[in-house]
């Protein structure tokens, strides 16, 4: 009996103890309990909260936070490439403009030797700038070139109208030595012969230089065609006297040189400074083939 009764007491304050146990352990789990309810409220708030505008607002902004972050890195390390690209750019600058301004001292200095020179120059010649200059000495130079032309011009027509009072002086001298050379001659046959040559030999000197004047009228040059015609006219008057006398009066023959000499003025001995060549000469010298 005895031994029941201690081992009643035994489970008596087993069971107690348990009871202790147990009650403990409900009021720790209404304890866990109540703090699990309160975590899963707090949750759901927080859950609430982090679904709300300004979560979602706050989420996005912290995405867009770490996209700029990560640009601000990026462009920080495009910055110290640029920088040292900045700094030995600088320095090749540096190193090109000392090349540069040793080269360019040379030309500057010339530059403003020149310009000196060219402001002088043009001070000398009442010129006010290189633009101004320019203009007014390439008309005064077209201008002069035109003169120059309209020169050689008359320079032209002047060697043509010389050549052509040359042939004229050179048909009559050698009409005047043929003449002279003619009349040479005794015999009274030779005398006939050179009748009839002389004849032909006017007609054919009236012949050129009536073509001569011809030419002068139709250059316009007034003076030489005044001159050729004063010879021209001279000479008919000579011709007419010789041939006249070489076939009317034989003994005129022999006075020839004397009686034409007389009514001419040196006609058969006439020579490059005769009457008959000089006065026409003389005017042909100072004419001008262009004068209207």
């Known amino acids: 009996m005895s031994a029941m009764e201690e081992l009643w007491t035994v489970k008596e304050r087993e069971s107690n103890i348990y ?59 495009r910055l110290v490439v ?25 030309y500057k200095l010339s530059l403003e030797t020149i310009s000196k020179k ?21 008309l005064e130079a077209d201008a002069y070139n035109e003169k120059m032309k309209s020169a050689e011009l008359e320079k032209e027509a002047l060697e043509e109208g010389i050549q052509l009072w040359d042939r004229a ?16 001659s005794t015999s009274l046959g030779a005398r006939h012969e050179a009748s009839a040559h002389i004849r032909s030999e006017v007609e054919n000197v009236t012949k050129d230089l009536e073509e001569m004047l011809m030419t002068a009228r139709q250059e316009g040059w007034k003076l030489l065609l005044a001159a050729i015609g004063t010879e021209l006219q001279a000479f008919k008057e000579a011709g007419e006297f010789l041939t006249r006398n070489l076939v009317e009066n034989e003994p005129a023959i022999n006075n020839t040189d004397r009686t034409i000499k007389k009514g001419t003025g040196e006609f058969v001995n006439a020579s490059a400074d005769s009457k008959l060549v000089s006065r026409g000469g003389e005017e042909f010298l100072n004419y001008s083939p262009l004068d209207d």
């Open 118 to 138: 060219t402001t002088s120059f043009l001070s000398e010649h009442s010129q006010t700038s290189p633009e101004t200059a320019v203009q007014t000495w390439s």
């Open 169 to 184: 002086l050179g048909v009559i001298l050698r009409f005047e030595g043929m003449v002279r050379e003619k009349l040479q």
């Open 19 to 77: 009871g202790q146990l147990t009650a403990e352990r409900k009021k720790l789990l209404a304890t866990q309990s109540s703090y699990s309810s309160k975590v899963s409220g707090l949750r759901a708030e927080i859950r609430k909260i982090d679904a709300s505008p300004e979560a979602v607002e706050a989420e996005s902004l912290r995405a867009e936070t770490a996209e700029v972050a990560s640009e601000i890195s990026r462009l920080r390390q």
């Open 82 to 106: 640029l920088e040292s690209r900045y700094i030995s750019m600088q320095a090749s600058l540096k190193e090109l403009d000392s090349i540069r301004e040793s080269q360019a001292a040379s």
